[in-house]
């Protein structure tokens, strides 16, 4: 598979504003799915990472809510 990159919103620091930057995601191994995100959300709990409210291991990679089309041929 060729080097995908992707935008994401990364929080470096606690309280620090956030920045929008290249993310380059690795290829699939064995049992992973590839998953065409059109676009995600970053929520309040996203920003309770970036206060280290949840953790402190610095960077994140904010948003989990990820819309993607959905086929409702496929069945797992």
């Known amino acids: 598979m060729s ?3 992707v935008r994401g ?3 470096r620091k606690k ?3 956030v920045e ?3 993310v380059v995601i690795p290829d ?7 998953v065409d995100i059109l676009a995600c959300g970053v929520c309040h709990t996203d920003l309770t990472y970036r206060e280290g409210g949840i953790n402190d291991e610095y960077p994140f990679l904010l948003g989990h809510e990820p ?5 409702p041929s496929v069945r797992a």
Request: hydrophobic share 35%; net charge negative.
């Open 28 to 34: 699939p191994g064995p049992g992973d799915v590839v």
């Open 67 to 71: 819309r993607a089309p959905w086929n």
């Open 3 to 5: 080097k995908q990159v």
């Open 20 to 22: 929008v930057t290249d």
């Open 15 to 17: 309280g620090e504003p």
């Open 9 to 11: 919103v990364i929080s």
